[in-house]
């Protein structure tokens, strides 16, 4: 069992910047992909970014490219989130997710993240 807590949420204007943490324990995730979802209220869970077990395939998604950082350190056990220029629509909870069953890859679905963090609220205000 993979045990993933997020931390770094909080609330920011328009503009302004978030460093979100997912710790893990219980297992390495050195050999795991990880992902990051988003939920907005109303709104479908959503992948925002994700990484394969090296670092060297990420996928963003249009909305986030070119404001959003994902990275990792597989010696601390944990995977970042740097936001930056945050827009009121980045407003969500926002979960960290590991993928045990590809490395290589980075997959966008849901489906294959079998363990979840509970989550952390980022609110961005105008």
């Known amino acids: 069992q993979v045990q993933l807590v997020e931390s770094g949420g909080g609330l920011v204007q328009a503009g302004g910047s978030l460093r979100l943490s997912c710790a893990a324990s219980?297992?390495?995730?050195?050999?795991?992909?990880m992902g990051w979802f988003r939920q907005a209220p109303g709104k479908e869970r959503e992948c925002v970014t994700a990484?394969?077990?090296?670092?060297?395939?990420?996928y963003y998604a249009g909305s986030v490219k070119g404001r959003f950082t994902i990275s990792r350190d597989n010696a601390k056990n944990t995977v970042y989130l740097q936001m930056n220029s945050l827009k009121p629509e980045d407003t969500a909870v926002y979960y960290c997710?590991?993928?045990?069953?590809?490395?290589?890859?980075?997959?966008?679905?849901?489906?294959?993240?079998?363990?979840w963090g509970q989550g952390t609220q980022v609110t961005v205000s105008s």
């Open positions: 219980g297992r390495t995730l050195g050999r795991y992909a």
């Open positions: 997710a590991a993928d045990p069953t590809h490395t290589t890859v980075v997959y966008t679905s849901q489906d294959v993240y079998s363990y």
């Open positions: 990484i394969n077990w090296s670092g060297g395939s990420t």
